[in-house]
């Protein structure tokens, strides 16, 4: 990936970022690449993510799903245990529909169950921990759904989770081929593991191309934002939160990443959200959101950076001469063309409001560029991580809503539970 920066600088963003400010920021920029490149080596938790181009093994995954013949996968997980699957499912041409079930809305998880042929459908069931909820229940009804329909779930079921945890249990009784979650990678970090790259072989994809385009990432990570891809966006986006800009839209501008803004979403919202700091991620698609969200981010409170993101290759389309009024600008030009123009336009809008902006560019969207950007995003965000001095590897603030729910369904007694029950009321209706 590549990023250009120069739109955040003072002379552009009101407030920006000065040189001078970024070179003292890579000062701490360079101790925190020691402390990231120490935590690589180790394995440590979370640091250990970034090793994943090494440490992914391609041949291990593929024959856990050599086994399993279908048209259609269903990714039966939630947040990490998702994100990063339908990100790759929907930025590559797999040979293979890919759903995902990451949320329990009846509606929505029977309409997909009742869409799918489930005698050509495979269940990939992912959890870290092996006891989330929402994963354990929308797998029991989809278990139930294939049994009720004839079919043997267990000739096509995959799991990956933890050493612990029920679905462990589930996987060793009913000997269901099982993927171990890498050691110490936090769900949201783990799109090049077991967790995700299921997706990518079962569907033909290039595993080893997502890994390299990592792993050539990974080799550019020096001790320096004016050198590395990842830490100039990391650094700069920490620069600009600093300096009020506490909303970070993400806005790729092609539909093949719309899922990497979800997926960048969790990134970094649960790796930076705490200790009362961190940069709200705002999901935004090119172009079709300059109609809807871009009037906020030129005019509204100074406090939302987009982030740009695009292809500089893609397929493209014609637009056909026209003699209508007012359109034959566009005839003779592409889609492609008008897209970039956009892009470009928005850009430059946004600049000339004094809002921040960062330009990321990837050659094309393919597995090795993907891999690439997925990595460069992480990176980007243990970098932020270290500059707000957060733990960007835990995730503490999710628990009491989880205890919660847990109690208000008679999973045990939990205060939390009661504390829902107080709500405090003032209905208007
Ligand atoms: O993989 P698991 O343990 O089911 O967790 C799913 C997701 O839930 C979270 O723990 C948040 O509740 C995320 O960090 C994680 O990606």
Redo the contacts with the bound molecule.
């Keep these: 990936m590549e990023v250009d920066i120069g739109n955040a600088l003072g002379s552009v963003a009101t407030p920006g970022v000065s040189r001078g400010s970024l070179e003292r920021l890579d000062e701490r920029v360079a101790d925190a690449h020691e402390r990231i490149e120490a935590g690589i080596g180790d394995r440590e938790h979370g640091y250990a993510a970034l090793a994943l181009p090494e440490t992914a093994d391609p041949d291990a995954i593929r024959a856990a799903v050599d086994p399993i013949d279908c048209d259609t996968l269903l990714v039966v997980?939630?947040?990490?245990?998702a994100l990063g699957a339908a990100t790759i499912a929907d930025a590559l041409d797999l040979d293979i529909d890919v759903h995902t079930l990451d949320n329990v809305d009846p509606d929505h998880t029977r309409t997909l169950l009742d869409s799918l042929d489930l005698s050509r459908t495979a269940l990939h069931v992912?959890?870290?921990?092996?006891?989330?909820a929402e994963?354990l229940a929308n797998f029991l009804v989809a278990r139930e759904a294939m049994e009720s329909a004839g079919v043997d779930w267990t000739e096509r079921t995959l799991v990956t989770t933890g050493e612990e945890g029920n679905l462990r249990g589930l996987a060793e009784r009913h000997d269901l081929p099982a993927l171990d979650v890498p050691a110490g990678v936090?769900?949201?970090f783990s799109a090049l593991s077991t967790v995700a790259l299921p997706v990518a072989a079962l569907g033909g994809g290039d595993v080893e191309g997502l890994l390299a385009g990592a792993g050539a990432e990974a080799e550019g990570l020096t001790g320096s934002l004016f050198e590395s891809p990842a830490y100039a966006y990391g650094a700069t986006t920490y620069a600009l939160a600093q300096r009020g800009w506490r909303v970070n839209a993400m806005m790729p501008y092609a539909e093949s990443l719309e899922t990497f803004a979800e997926w960048f979403a969790?990134l970094w919202a649960?790796s930076l959200g705490k200790e009362g700091v961190g940069q709200l991620p705002a999901r935004a698609l090119g172009a079709t959101d300059q109609h809807s969200q871009l009037q906020l981010y030129r005019a509204g409170p100074r406090d939302a950076m987009v982030s740009l993101v695009r292809p500089r290759e893609r397929g493209d389309v014609s637009i056909p001469e026209t003699d209508l009024e007012g359109l034959s600008y566009l005839g003779g030009s592409s889609l492609g063309e008008l897209l970039d123009a956009e892009f470009e336009a928005t850009e430059a809008s946004l600049a000339a409001a004094g809002r921040p902006n960062v330009r990321v560019e990837i050659d094309r969207v393919d597995a090795h560029e993907l891999g690439g950007l997925l990595y460069g995003m992480e990176a980007a965000c243990v970098l932020a991580g270290e500059l707000y001095l957060v733990p960007t590897f835990t995730?503490p603030a999710?628990e009491w809503g989880?205890r919660a729910a847990r109690g208000l369904l008679g999973g045990g007694e939990f205060e939390e539970a009661a504390a829902v029950e107080e709500k405090e009321r003032l209905v208007v209706d």
């Design positions: 997980g939630i947040g990490g245990s992912v959890s870290r921990s092996g006891t989330t994963t936090p769900g949201r969790q649960e995730q999710v989880k």
